[in-house]
């Protein structure tokens, strides 16, 4: 169970179409308040039964992700290479409450990113976790899930939050 120190390191999540969830996150130099970040993330992931959470969606401008299942956190996260294989995993996403995603990525990356030191580190992901990093790295990039929507879908979300 969570103390409530843990509950009190949750972030706010920005939902859909936020305008920060459309920012290009920004390079990490300073890397000496990324653990306080990250415990952040993983908190505010964990509690939204989030599998990956971008630095973006917790209105945060840097190019940060934490994803859940291995509970890596990487920092200026960049794509080395993909595999040719494709699959979708159906998924939340903690920016687009009560949506349902099957988004189809590659199912093997390699990644080059930090760590909370600033060290390069080099990371070979696979299957689901492939799928959730990509999605991560694309919201650093200011896209979302949204394209992954019918217009119709769209449309009713952004209606929902006009009434709100």
Known sequence: MYTPDDLSLALQVAEYPDECLKTRAQQVFDFEPVPDILKGMRM???????????????????RIIFLTRSGYGLINPEIVSRGYDTMAVRMRCASFPGQLFAPARASHVILQAQDT????????????????????IEYLNGQTLASELTWCERFKLHMQKKKS
């Not at 030191?117 to 991560?136: P, T, Y």
């Open 44 to 62: 505010t992931a964990l509690l939204k039964y989030a599998p990956y959470l971008a630095a973006t969606q917790v209105k945060n401008p840097l």
């Open 117 to 136: 030191k600033g060290d390069k580190i080099v990371q070979e992901l696979k299957m689901a976790e492939a799928v959730f990093a990509q999605v991560a």
